[in-house]
Nanobody, 122 residues
Framework: EVQLVESGGGLVQAGGSLRLSCAAS????????IGWFRQAPGREREFVAG????????YYADSVKGRFTISRDNAKNTVYLQMNSLKPEDTAVYFC???????????????WGQGTQVTVSS
């Protein structure tokens, strides 16, 4: 059974940090790119960060560049999203997703997690 399980969300004050984890199982994780997306109430789901299977490059939305860092540990089948200098506008449900080739589009992702809530208070 394919699973992507996010964890690490929670409530944090503005300026604080959180580290999200995305644990994968049931597919060849090392062959897949992983993307992080988020969805705030009343808004469309949007790309946040992505990392290809090789981790040679990383990709970020302009809104999080310089504050968020994505990384992966293929030995642990896990991708991380370190989020620093959090802002109230970062409040959303954060999802990880997997596809063969890296993309910042929602289309084409084969597997999705259930999401983890991140709330940033002002």
């Amino acid at each position: 059974e394919v699973q992507l399980v996010e964890s690490g969300g929670g409530l944090v004050q503005a300026g604080g940090s959180l580290r999200l984890s995305c644990a994968a199982s049931g597919f060849s994780f090392e062959d897949y790119a992983i993307g992080w997306f988020r969805q705030a109430p009343g808004r469309e789901r949007e790309f946040v960060a992505g990392i290809p299977w090789s981790a040679v490059n990383t990709y970020y939305a302009d809104s999080v560049k310089g504050r968020f860092t994505i990384s992966r540990d293929n030995a642990k089948n896990t991708v991380y999203l370190q989020m620093n200098s959090l802002k109230p506008e970062d409040t959303a449900v954060y999802f990880c997703a997997a596809r063969r080739r890296m993309s910042d589009s929602l289309d084409g992702y084969d597997y999705w997690g259930q999401g983890t809530q991140v709330t940033v208070s002002s």
